[in-house]
């Protein structure tokens, strides 16, 4: 990194004040106070904040399928087939009740996927109370995890570093013996207020957006070659003892911290290999200009390289923009198609390989990633085939040990917004206290400011209660086989017939096949499956009397039922 370069861009000025991006250098300076931390956690446990950048329309990213006309005549030119078309949504839970059947933007078949197994949460209605639908303002509030009307200088994230790793003070005291690694990390080339500590002191170190940017920044470290300035970079001696050469002492302190991570994290990255999972880098299907390249992939990849390398940084945030989606969010002749058709494509496909590369690293109960967006978009579309601002909208959750399910009901669609049904600071409040292991006094108190173990709306009425972590060691299994699963046979034992009560969460075909006690093949039989509960009647008066096991194979099935004929 070229000093001199670092430094005019601080912008030197006799007697005024100098500026660290946009901060003043005295907020930053090292005789400031700052808010005391306590690692009073010690877990393992890392969290990854996905960023949705301009307001997801969440409406066609998870489509209510109980009131599909009226979803259709909200928004006509934009609406996701449902029942004709090569390319239809894809219903997400036959288990769930009528009223909150959700069906997915048809290129989001890998969060289908991860959903099956229980890898994956929607939370329906997601926002805060009088959401003003301002892109900045809607950022800030919910990077620092405050109110509509609160003005806070610190991020929530900050303060939850700043409140496990007191008594050490960052950055004074970082790097360390106990915390070699940056606090947090946040690819791109900018630092959130997500992660400012009060007094406006960023604790995250930003690192491109993949394996190839986090290379380049290590190669460039070194080099202060330009002739007659200090190689360090220093002001002239004659401002020794000055309160200007204080202040840039501590940011060239700061600068020498941020080349010390940059180079702990090459090594953590050397140490770590990469899996032979496959990241999806092009959207598959034709796309507008700027839109194929999968922006998620490198970031998540990295993420997970760090990750195998046994980083010990606890919060990391990637980011995918686009979804300011006024005009052109679908091909007016394909309304399956278009900019937020390879957004939910990107997202879906990037998050399922991530999920897979952390498996292949022994690494999978350890993550949890979770979404955001400022806003949601409206209901109705307009003009332009596309989505203005709006207010609520949906969170997804993604990870081995989340809570699997769809929380929260479809939204009123005679509204103009979609309303408040959680406040997005119940789920980050849950992270903090099932996930990370924070108390819920200390989230109350010091990070939020407020109870939201106990919300409620703008008008009082308490909001519903958020558990985001299974604590299940075969959840996983258990819901898998609550959506795919096959009954005893009926009757059993059987003269001329019997039924299969088959319940599967995905259209297809299933095999079954009755074998002999001695293992012989009796039969074959394929059968086309509905997704929900199927009834498959076999005929068996063909079969002599006798004991018979019935095998049968589908997506996400493979089980086998004794039979007894008559």
């Known amino acids: 990194m070229d000093r001199r370069k670092f430094i005019k861009r601080l912008g030197f000025a006799a007697g005024g004040a100098v500026a660290f991006n946009g901060i003043p250098i005295k907020l930053l300076s090292s005789h400031q106070p700052l808010k005391s931390l306590l690692p009073k956690s010690d877990n393992d446990k890392v969290l990854v904040i996905l960023q949705l950048h301009g307001g997801n329309d969440s409406t066609n990213s998870f489509i209510p399928i109980d009131n599909y006309d009226l979803y259709y005549s909200r928004r006509a030119n934009i609406a996701i087939p449902y029942k004709s078309g090569n390319r239809t949504l894809i219903p997400l839970d036959s288990t769930l009740n009528p009223a909150d059947q959700v069906g997915l933007h048809p290129d989001m078949i890998d969060f289908k996927s991860m959903y099956d197994r229980g890898h994956a949460a929607v939370y329906q209605g997601v926002s805060y109370p009088k959401n003003n639908g301002s892109h900045f303002r809607g950022r800030d509030i919910w990077f620092m995890g405050g109110d509509y009307d609160d003005y806070y200088s610190s991020g929530w994230v900050g303060r939850y570093l700043n409140h496990i790793y007191a008594p050490s003070e960052y950055p004074d005291d970082f790097p360390n013996a106990g915390m070699p690694d940056p606090l947090a990390l946040e690819m791109g080339n900018d630092t959130s207020l ?26 460039n470290l070194e080099g202060f070659a330009d002739e007659g300035i200090d190689p360090r970079g220093l002001p002239p001696e004659h401002l020794a003892g000055s309160p200007y050469k204080k202040e840039m002492d501590w940011i060239l302190g700061l600068e020498d911290k941020s080349e010390t991570y940059i180079k702990r994290l090459g090594e953590i990255y050397q140490s770590s290999n990469e899996t032979k999972v496959d990241y999806p880098e092009i959207y598959p299907f034709n796309a507008p200009s700027g839109s194929l390249r999968n922006p998620l992939s490198g970031q998540l990849q990295l993420v997970a390289r760090l990750l195998g390398g046994d980083i010990k ?35 879906s496909a990037a998050m399922k390989a991530f999920h897979e590369d952390l498996k292949a690293r022994g690494l999978q109960d350890r993550v949890l990633t979770i979404s955001m967006s400022e806003f949601g978009r409206r209901i109705p579309s307009n003009g332009s085939y596309g989505t203005d601002h709006g207010k609520g909208g949906a969170v997804m959750v993604f990870g081995n040990r989340v809570n699997p ?36 006094a200390s989230i109350n108190n010091d990070i939020f400011f407020k109870d939201f173990f106990n919300a409620s709306d703008e008008n009082g009425n308490p909001l519903p209660d958020v558990e985001m972590i299974s604590n299940s060691i075969t959840g996983t299994n258990s819901w898998l086989g609550k959506h795919y699963n096959v009954a005893n046979p009926f009757p059993n034992p059987a003269a001329d017939s019997t039924n299969l009560k088959i319940q599967s969460n995905e259209a ?43 095998r049968i194979n589908a997506k996400n099935i493979n089980d086998s039922k004794k039979l007894i004929k008559n």
């Open 194 to 219: 997500l992660f400012h500590q009060e007094g406006n002191i960023p604790t995250s170190i930003s690192l491109g957006n993949s394996p190839g940017q986090l290379l380049n920044q290590i190669e």
């Open 313 to 347: 940084t606890k919060v990391f945030l990637v980011k995918i923009g686009g979804f300011d989606t006024h005009a052109g969010q679908v091909e007016g002749s394909n309304t399956t198609m278009g900019v937020h058709a390879t957004k939910m494509y990107h997202i």
């Open 405 to 440: 399910g769809v929380f929260g009901t479809n939204p009123d669609l005679t509204q103009s917004n979609i309303g408040l049904q959680f406040d997005y600071r119940q789920l980050y409040a849950s992270i903090l206290h099932e996930w990370l292991g924070v108390d819920q």
């Open 508 to 550: 297809g075909k299933v095999r079954i096949e009755i074998i002999s006690i001695t293992g012989q093949s009796i039969g074959v039989m394929m059968k086309p499956l509905m997704q929900g509960s199927n009834d498959i009647k076999l005929d068996l008066s063909g079969l002599k009397s006798g004991i018979y096991q019935i």
